[in-house]
């Protein structure tokens, strides 16, 4: 059966780095485009960053590019979300999500819709 697996949350400092991993089995993971969302308490769950399932293009939501780096390892079968300048604002519960698209056309993939299967979560909190 399908599985992805998040690993690397916890609790950081302000201004500190977290490394989060999704290991993905059951599936043909480079077939699929990976994303990152997270969900503060209270919120909808939103986007965060995706990659194309080459890795060759990348999209990040406004408040976090510059700080997060997501990229993948397809001999691995694992996505990978490496967050520096952490921010108290960044505490959420971290999910990744794959979107079956094998194709280069489109390399913006946004909506929690478009993805068809999650992990079951990290949390991440950041302290002031």
């Known amino acids: 059966q399908v599985q992805l697996l998040e690993s690397g949350g916890g609790l950081v400092q302000s201004g500190g780095s977290l490394r989060l991993s999704c290991a993905v089995s059951g599936l043909t993971f480079s077939n699929y485009v990976m994303g990152w969302f997270r969900q503060a308490s209270g919120k909808e769950r939103e986007f965060v960053a995706s990659?194309?399932?080459?890795?060759?293009?990348?999209d990040y939501s406004d408040s976090v590019k510059g700080r997060f780096t997501i990229s993948r390892d397809n001999a691995k079968n694992t996505v990978y979300l490496q967050m520096n300048s952490l921010k108290p604002d960044d505490t959420a519960v971290y999910y990744c999500a794959a979107k079956f698209y094998p194709g280069t056309n489109i390399d913006r993939f946004r909506r929690v819709s478009e993805y068809s299967l999650w992990g079951q979560g990290t949390q991440v909190t950041v302290s002031s």
């Open positions: 990659i194309t399932w080459n890795g060759f293009k990348t």
